[in-house]
């Protein structure tokens, strides 16, 4: 069983920047793709950013390009969304996730989530 925890959301200003870390269980961290995912009051939850088992190739959704960096630490089994720029669209709670390694369109484990708000 894999667990995720999730830490670093708070309050910020807008321009503001926060770090959050996602912590993770077991021996095959390294083997997997992991994503950053939010979900706003009222809107569909949507995949921030996602990096590779490697850390060689990440993605971005749009709406946070330039703007959010996704990066991990194998020997951590750790997982960071540095966020700079903040904006009050950004306010959301944000989850992170294991990508399945059978079914790659499919997140199988997911954290509890954390609040980001920004405030204008």
């Known amino acids: 069983q894999v667990q995720l925890l999730e830490s670093g959301g708070g309050l910020v200003q807008v321009g503001g920047s926060l770090r959050l870390s996602c912590a993770a269980s077991?021996?095959?961290?390294?083997?997997?793709?992991m994503g950053w995912f939010r979900q706003a009051p009222g809107k569909e939850r949507e995949l921030v950013a996602a990096?590779?088992?490697?850390?060689?190739?990440?993605n971005y959704a749009d709406s946070v390009k330039g703007r959010f960096t996704i990066s991990r630490d194998n020997a951590k089994n750790t997982v960071y969304l540095q966020m700079n720029s903040l904006k009050p669209e950004d306010t959301a709670v944000y989850y992170c996730?294991?990508?399945?390694?059978?079914?790659?369109?499919?997140?199988?484990?997911w954290g509890q989530g954390t609040q980001v708000t920004v405030s204008s």
């Open positions: 996730a294991r990508r399945s390694p059978v079914i790659t369109t499919r997140y199988d484990y």
């Open positions: 077991g021996r095959t961290f390294s083997s997997h793709t």
């Open positions: 990096i590779s088992g490697s850390g060689g190739s990440v």
